[in-house]
């Protein structure tokens, strides 16, 4: 395949209704030339009908990307086959499926972080903490000398989180070693425990907690949403609903669509008791974010919202919003 054919020259005909697949990758490992490949990155994505985001950066690689079946083999083959001039070959990777493409177009981004810490010490190819399977994370869970630390923004830890997990109450993963300062020292707990939606925060963060001086770190292998696939409810210590980033919001123990909606204002998840608040105004606001936005981003919200409705009465998608997932199954 000609990954340096021009953009939009290769139709790779569409899946079937109901067979779009959802593929979340990410694996840290020394990336030097991200820079220099960012564009047969895109090209090749392009050229096999890929949709969603790809983050690359020295540390590594991250994203969501959606296509046919045959897409998401090639993209996975191409990621590890060492055409980039590295091996992306111990990828984490989970799947889901839609009856719709959730994604409006294919961007491959250059940062500093895959995902943000603002730590540059910290450096999970180098030291990350203990991995444990599920069955092992209930036994963490339930031992009174561990601490477990749920990793996550303060609004996911609403909608759901472990039995006993702290909330740190942080607004983004950058707040997150201001957090460990203010509240830990090594030695206060005989072992640290933390857990994240997919597993990436948790590498970022145990790398941090070493870097520290803290011990015995672990974090729950593949995350929140690999334990709900590996765990039987009977045994399950989840309460509640997780978050995800997409347009399903969050999911339940058996990973089918929950049931909360998102604020298209802040993106923050929100119950039926919140849009029957006054705060709430489709699109725009909700009770969480109504005095964090301003006259005129309300009004472009209150815009763009008007398009979306058109474009619904008119029975087609509309730019500026993707079309709810239907979940069959997270891999």
């Known amino acids: 395949m000609n990954v340096n054919s021009n953009e939009g020259s290769f139709d790779p005909g569409l899946p079937e209704a109901g067979t779009w697949t959802i593929l979340a990758l990410y694996q840290f490992k020394s990336f030097p030339n991200y820079k220099d490949v960012r564009v047969t990155l895109q090209r090749f994505c392009n050229s096999i009908g890929l949709k969603g985001t790809l983050l690359i950066a020295l540390e590594g690689i991250n994203g969501t990307v959606a296509g046919s079946e045959k897409a998401i083999s090639d993209i996975k083959e191409f990621l590890s086959s060492g055409d980039l001039g590295v091996a992306f070959d111990a990828m984490s990777l989970k799947e889901s499926f839609s009856d719709v493409q959730p ?16 730590v540059p010490e910290v450096d999970p190819n180098k030291s990350v903490g203990r991995y444990a399977n599920s069955e ?38 950058r707040e997150f070693p201001a957090y460990v300062e203010s509240n830990y020292k090594p030695g206060d707990y005989k072992r640290v425990a933390m857990f994240c939606t997919g597993g990436i925060r948790c590498e ?44 399903r919001v969050t999911v339940t123990q058996d990973l089918s669509p929950g049931s909360y909606d998102m ?69």
Request: glycine content about 6%.
């Open 103 to 118: 994604f409006l177009r294919m961007k491959v981004k250059l940062k500093e972080e895959i995902v943000t810490l603002g």
């Open 136 to 173: 092992e994370w209930n036994e963490l869970v339930k031992d009174p000398e561990t601490l477990v630390i749920d990793t996550r923004n303060d609004y996911e830890y609403q909608v759901g989180t472990f039995d006993g997990a702290v909330n740190p109450n942080t607004k983004s993963f």
């Open 204 to 247: 970022k963060a145990t790398s941090y907690m070493l870097l520290k001086g803290f011990k015995e770190v672990y974090h729950l292998e593949g995350g929140i949403l690999k334990y709900l696939e590996d765990t039987p409810a009977e045994e399950s210590l989840w309460q509640g609903e997780c978050f995800v980033f997409d347009d």
């Open 263 to 331: 604020c298209h204002g802040c993106r923050r998840p929100i119950t039926e008791s919140d849009k029957a608040h006054e705060d709430y105004v489709k699109g725009v606001s909700c009770p969480y974010c109504v005095n964090e936005k301003n006259s005129e981003q309300k009004k472009r919200y209150a815009e763009r919202q008007k398009q979306m409705d058109l474009s619904a009465a008119r029975n087609c998608a509309h730019l500026g919003v993707n079309q709810r997932t239907k979940s069959a199954k997270s891999g």
